[in-house]
C-alpha cells in the first residue's frame, strides 16, 4: 500500500537521505569539499544535506550532489558495489541523462511521444472539465477511424 506523502516524517527522511550521501561520499574517499566543487555547490551545502538539516535545501542543489555521486560512481568497479546500488544507478541511468546529454536525445516518457502530448493536455484540463475533453477525444477518435475506412459502429447500426 503507497504511503500518503502527508503521513511522511520528511525530517527523518531527509536526515537518512542525508546519511546515505555521506556513506556513499566517504566509500568515494571524497572530502566534503571535493564534493562540493565536483558539484558546484558550496561545502556548507554538502553538509548540511549531508547532517539532514537540508529540508530548505533547493532541488537544484540536491540534485547537483547526487549528478557528481553518480558520476564518480560511474568509476568504480561495479563488482564493488552492492546490487542494490547497482540497480539504481542502471534506473537513474535510463530517466536522467549524463550532464551535457540534456535535451539531446532525451529518452521518451512513452512509446508514443504523441501520446505523451494527450496526457499532458488532459493534466492541463481543470478536473472538472475533464470528462468533456474525454468525450471530445473520443468524438474525434472516432471521427477519425470511421475516416480511415474503419468500420463505424454506428453507421453499421443504422444499416441493419
Known sequence: MPQDSKDIDWREWMRAFGRQERR???FLGMSQEQLARMAGVSQGAVSRLEAGRGLATPMLVVLKINLALRAALRDVDPALLSDDLRRVLEIEERI??????LGIGAAPVTKDPALEGVVRLYRGVP??????FLSVVRAAAEAL?????????RSSKHSG
Not at 127 to 132: A, G, I, K, L, S
Open 24 to 26: 556513499v561520499r566517504e
Open 127 to 132: 478536473e472538472r472539465q475533464r470528462d468533456t
Open 96 to 101: 536522467s541523462p549524463r550532464v551535457g546529454d
Open 145 to 153: 477511424s470511421s475516416q480511415d475506412g474503419a468500420p463505424d459502429e
